[in-house]
């Protein structure tokens, strides 16, 4: 090795020490770190300059952001030019520029925003060609190669070349123009303050710069709820700003629209689709929209549904209202994106025939063939609305003439938002291998919405993602799992849950074997692990449905307009969706499909209870019966997250401190609100079914003191609504600004042990804590969370361990609680276990 090559290198490895074990990270950079790679195997042969041939500003992103990678990863410095060379340059070029240069080259079809990365290596000189379909596949193909830098692969030989699956590769925003985000979990919008798009857009330039680097090339930014002002001519000139920033990264701005705008904004006395006055109105906006943003993406609409207006105001179908929009955008080539997601939210919960999963299927079915060509139906990947686990929506299968994008949710509304983790890619990836056997076997998801089957001009996916202004953009560092992973396989749905895990972990936490390993792991066992402690058999996330969809709160779901029923009463638990004697639903599935679920001997277990309505004695395939395993899964489920802590710890000293701890916390966290999950639901049916666990678990709980019956000093003891999210379905609360105590004596045998203390951490305030040893402060912690209730419910009881303790017999354990805000420092128990 010469000596400047070896100093180089030397420089590399110290500044690769540094940034390993001593800066900290926020997150922000998420998976475009471009950290020092050590031993990347084409350092060596790499060359040393980049020739740009392609002059669009897509393609200028391109050139910089490779001399950003290769200036952080490889500390080199490679100059830009646009002279052409033929030897020892990253060649960034489209593919009908490349023939005039290469012209012995013969690129096989490059069809969408593909690329093919090609080494060409002779008499020591290299070249490395970035040859993209268009502008974007130059982006995307450059951002591929860095992927690869950064993953150490071995690139001697790259022959690579990808075309993604469908055209359609967006992302949702559910901001309002206030800045807040319906559903967002990680902080206040990157678009909008206070009634206005941001003057300082750095981030939403850097958001478009991250979806870019893994192929999504659409991001529509406001609420599907969409406020009326969005298209005033005043809103629009801001908006346009937004897709200046998205521009050089070749996002499309989209933006969501109310049926209704033509009367709200446009005056006008009618919203009828098919009044003409009413379709002039949206041609002459669609024509406003396009002169200040040429390259805008379409309207997404949300109409007739959850209190937006649609066209059944007049009697029109969602076919009108489609057609009526498209007509306005096509000369401009934009496109409209209909959400299918529309049902009646009063039903009534009497009717056994009543069934919200019915709904998208029943008003879409019929309209197949009515659409506009630019016209796309977004459909939810599941009937209901993105519950931990759902079948595949029958409508993805059943449309023969329309295009169909399908939805998921990178934002965890009904998955722990973000502070529980639930990595969604094998989820997803379930849900595009499902064979609905459209119109033969072998038609998977993947397959109807890339528009393969039935040949439909457009497809793809879009997902909810709500990112925010917290430095990592979702909130957990380990989330941005889900954003990454929805974009890859929206690119490529072939790729392996365990592939997008393991290239995530690469690119953002590096390549130390361990942490890949770890990560990987902890990552795939995510989801299971999550739908084991809140929902099981396929009944749904047995959330709040009707506040926060976060905490535990089982009886939300029944007995109400919303649909989200799984009918448990003392008997039974399941909701019949069968054809023989239930709502009919099954009956929307292609029959090989259908078969399946309508039978029981069939019917896979996990989703049996959406199916079927069956005693708790019922016998699933695994031999249990349905209330046993209600009972063990919770249970297993909660150890589980537990372990998921353990994992990490092992870490420690792996990634650097300031992700470490933010993981550590939310895990921690997690593992806490597990329990109380898992103790909520058993308790929930082993009182409603009157059958208790036959391993002895529920409602025994050894170690553990309820504060109601503590010596208390100012608490005072409070009924929990709903009962089953405190332990005994009571606690104590504090209204005395002074504070408040609760003691008690230890009456095990001396030794070591942890005591978890479960509290109430109310978004109202910040109440502290303080826990004493024989009047002695041992501990100290405050609550000052901020958990979507105000109130003592499962969506905020917090647990904290303090110690180990050295404990003997008689030994006296006092909390001491200080209200603070409406805090009313509520406390439910303390579990004093052997650690
Ligand atoms: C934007 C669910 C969510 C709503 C959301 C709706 C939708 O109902 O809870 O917040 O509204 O889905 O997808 O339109």
């Known amino acids: 090795m010469t000596a400047p090559r070896f100093l180089r290198l030397l420089c590399l490895l110290l500044v690769f020490a540094l940034v390993h074990h001593l800066s900290a990270e926020s997150g922000q950079a998420a998976w475009l770190r471009y950290a020092p790679v050590e031993n990347q195997p084409a350092d ?10 392609d002059h669009s500003l897509v393609a200028q992103s391109a050139a910089s952001e490779l001399q950003r990678g290769l200036r952080g990863m490889l500390g080199r410095e490679v100059p830009v030019t646009d002279v052409p060379r033929s030897e020892d340059a990253f060649v960034l070029v489209t593919v009908t520029e490349a023939q005039k240069y290469f012209p012995w080259l013969t690129p096989a079809s490059m069809g969408g925003d593909g690329f093919w990365l090609k080494a060409l290596r002779q008499r020591g000189r290299s070249q490395v060609l970035i040859i993209g379909a268009n502008s974007r596949g130059v982006l995307y193909g450059t951002f591929a190669l860095l992927r690869r830098i950064a993953q150490q692969q071995d690139l001697s030989h790259l022959d690579d070349r990808e075309v993604p699956s469908a055209p359609i ?31 300082d857009l750095t981030r939403a330039a850097e958001y478009a710069r991250l979806l870019a680097s893994v192929g999504i090339n659409g991001c529509n930014v406001n609420n599907v709820n969409a406020a009326p002002d969005v298209l005033s001519s005043s809103s629009l000139r801001e908006l346009a700003r937004i897709a200046d920033a998205f521009r050089p990264w070749g996002v499309r701005l989209a933006l969501s629209v109310s049926m209704a705008s033509p009367q709200t904004i446009g005056h006008l006395s009618t919203f009828d689709p098919l009044d003409p006055q009413v379709a002039a109105w949206w041609r002459s906006k669609a024509d406003e929209i396009y002169s200040l943003i040429p390259d805008f993406a379409g309207f997404t609409v949300k109409a007739d549904s959850e209190g937006q207006l649609g066209p059944s105001h007049y009697g029109r179908s969602p076919a009108d209202a489609a057609n009526t929009l498209a007509r306005a955008l096509r000369p401009h080539g934009g496109i409209v994106l209909y959400r299918t997601f529309v049902y009646n939210h009063h039903l009534d919960w009497r009717d056994p025939k009543a069934d919200r999963a019915r709904a998208a299927y029943d008003i879409f079915h019929p309209l197949d063939g009515r659409f506009d060509s630019n016209v796309v139906l977004q459909i939810k990947h599941g009937p209901i609305d993105f519950q931990t686990r759902e079948p595949v929506s029958p409508l993805l299968g059943a449309l023969e003439h329309t295009s169909e994008a399908m939805e998921v949710q990178v934002t965890q509304e009904y998955t722990g938002q973000q502070r529980h983790l639930c990595f969604l890619v094998p989820m997803w990836k379930e849900v595009l291998d499902f064979d609905l056997h459209a119109d033969r076997a072998g038609t998977p998801v993947k397959d109807l919405i890339a528009g393969k089957t039935f040949h439909r001009p457009l497809g793809g996916m879009v997902a909810v993602a709500n990112v925010g202004l917290d430095p990592n953009w979702l909130g957990h560092p380990l989330a941005m799992a889900n954003l990454y992973g929805f974009a890859r396989l929206a690119w490529d749905p072939d790729l392996s849950a365990q592939q997008i895990a393991e290239e995530w972990t690469r690119l953002t936490f590096g390549n130390d074997p361990q942490v890949v390993r770890t990560i990987t792991a902890m990552q795939l066992a995510s989801w299971h692990i999550y739908e084991s402690y809140t929902g099981p058999l396929g009944a749904g996330t047995m959330t709040d449905i009707l506040g926060s969809h976060y905490g535990p709160g089982i009886e939300s779901a029944e007995r109400n307009g919303w649909g989200q029923w799984f009918r448990a009463d003392h008997q039974g638990i399941g909701m019949d969706r069968t054809v023989a004697t239930g709502t009919g639903y099954i009956g929307q599935y292609h029959r090989p499909v259908a078969a399946m679920y309508e039978s029981l001997k069939t019917c896979p277990d996990n989703l049996l209870l959406f199916m079927h309505h069956v005693p708790y004695t019922e016998k699933l395939h695994s031999g249990q019966t349905v209330i046993q395993h209600i009972f063990d899964t919770h249970y297993q489920g909660a150890e589980d997250a537990a372990h998921l802590v353990q994992q990490w710890q092992t870490l420690k000293g792996r990634v650097d401190e300031e992700r470490y701890a933010e993981v550590l916390k ?34 025994h709980h050894p170690g553990r003191i309820e504060a109601e019956s503590m010596q208390l000093d100012g608490y005072t003891p409070v009924n929990v609504t709903p009962w089953e999210t405190a332990s005994g379905g009571k606690a104590v609360a504090c209204n005395r600004t002074s504070g408040c105590s609760a003691s008690f004596q230890f009456q095990g045998n001396a030794g070591r042990y942890a005591l978890a203390a479960q509290y109430f951490d109310l978004n109202t305030g910040v109440a502290h804590f303080r826990l004493y040893l024989n009047g002695k402060l041992m501990d100290a912690w405050a609550a000052d969370d901020t958990l979507p209730s105000s109130k003592m419910d499962g969506n905020t009881s917090t647990r904290h361990i303090t110690g180990p303790l050295p404990l003997a017999p008689g030994d006296t354990i006092r909390i001491e609680g200080l209200p603070g805000g409406g805090d009313v420092a509520g406390l439910d128990d303390v579990e004093v276990y052997r650690e």
């Open 666 to 699: 939310r895990l921690t966290y997690q593992a806490g609100h597990a329990i109380v999950w898992r103790d909520a639901i058993c308790e929930w049916f082993q009182r409603t079914s009157g059958i208790a666990d036959e391993k002895g678990r529920v409602g």
């Open 169 to 199: 590769r967006w992302v949702d925003q559910w901001d309002n123009p206030d800045g807040s985000i319906e559903r967002g979990y990680a902080g206040r919008s990157v678009f909008f303050n206070q009634g206005h798009v941001r003057t």
């Open 44 to 53: 060596v042969w790499l060359p040393h300059s980049i020739v740009l041939l």
